[in-house]
């Protein structure tokens, strides 16, 4: 199960709560082992009981510090309703932020491919093949539309956080942002309306090989679900902050989900380099904020990764009027940008 260590030390005390919770659910004096994880406020615990065969997942997710656990209980039935393989809830207290979880096990796809347990083309043709069925899912009318204002304003965070050159007014950079891209996105974006995961990377899927089809791939994370455009999760999978997807894993992957995409090559590679451009700039800002807002510098090494991403999708033609202001605005992580922003970042 992929799980957090973000933690906000302000939330009272929640023994008490988890312990009546899991006593009405039968694991009363579970043996509960925490598990690692990322940069979230939800907490999880893996939970084993003699009483049952199977181990368990509890998502402790205060509403103060993480939100309603609300939208997950929903978009998990509606994703098990149509084929896919979000984990059963075995309890729920919804208005404390308390569930309990089917347990997958530990075969996330970074540590299947770590460990050189499985094909790694096997593994993200299963992954694509969920996106490909995620989108013919009407999805919920009251989620969250990524149009392109929002899409926009979502990736203003490295003007908030991270370093700039000498001499570069925040304010008046990231407006001039502003003002270049949401016309470029309005201009190419595809007017698309499907389910989008949001949070759809390697470390956020489970292998299951012991089922077939989509079932195959044990999905986590997707309480943040939204509507949108069909790469946006495509662009997530493929384009990871947190390890290197081979080149042509890559295009193989844009392939088989564009056969199966009502859209021409041409304008699906402008999308894709739209949003990979989106959304490794967001990510830039969101790491630099882990790091000097949350204590959390370990996020930093992702960015060289996550910076190379972006300047990939900068190539594309459709992305040229970006080109200079990126540049002119931000210095590329060095190892020394790196290390500078670490001596920043607060104690824990």
């Known amino acids: 199960m992929a799980s957090q260590t973000g933690w906000d030390h302000g939330v009272t005390d929640r023994t008490p709560l988890i312990e009546s919770f899991l006593a009405s659910a039968n694991w009363a004096n579970a043996q509960r082992h925490p598990l690692a994880g990322d940069a979230s406020s939800r907490r999880y615990e893996r939970l084993s009981h003699p009483d049952h065969p199977n181990s368990a997942v509890l998502m402790d997710a205060p509403i103060s510090a993480a939100g309603s656990v609300t939208p997950f209980v929903r978009i998990a039935a509606v994703l098990a309703q149509h084929g896919l393989r979000p984990p059963e809830i075995l309890a729920q207290d919804l208005p404390n932020g308390l569930l309990l979880l089917e347990d997958f096990g530990d075969a996330l796809f970074t540590q299947v491919l770590q460990d050189d347990t499985g094909d790694e083309r096997e593994l993200y043709r299963a992954a694509t093949d969920v996106l490909c069925q995620l989108h013919t899912l009407k999805p919920m009318s009251d989620l969250s539309l990524l149009d392109a204002e929002e899409l926009t304003q979502l990736a203003t965070l490295p003007w908030q956080w991270y370093p700039v050159h000498e001499g570069v007014d925040r304010t008046a950079a990231m407006a001039q942002y502003v003002e270049r891209f949401q016309p470029l996105l309005h201009e190419n974006l595809p ?52 390890r290197d997807v081979p080149s042509n894993i890559e295009d193989q992957m844009k392939a088989h989900f564009l056969a199966h995409s009502p859209q021409d090559q041409l304008g699906f590679e402008r999308t894709y380099a739209l949003l990979g451009f989106q959304r490794n700039l967001r990510i830039v800002g969101i790491f630099a904020r882990l790091c000097l807002r949350d204590a959390k510098p370990h996020y930093l090494e992702y960015l060289p990764r996550v910076w190379a991403h972006m300047m990939r999708n900068l190539d594309h033609p459709v992305l040229a009027p970006m080109r200079p202001l990126i540049h002119a605005a931000f210095p590329s992580p060095s190892k020394s940008l790196v290390q500078e922003l670490k001596h920043q970042c607060p104690a824990p």
């Open 191 to 242: 007017q698309e309306n499907v389910l989008i995961h949001r949070d759809y990377h390697a470390g956020n899927l489970i292998w299951l090989p012991e089922n077939t089809g989509t079932a195959r791939v044990g999905l986590l994370d997707f309480q943040d679900a939204v509507r949108g455009p069909r790469a946006y999760d495509l662009v997530s999978l493929l384009q990871d902050a947190r």
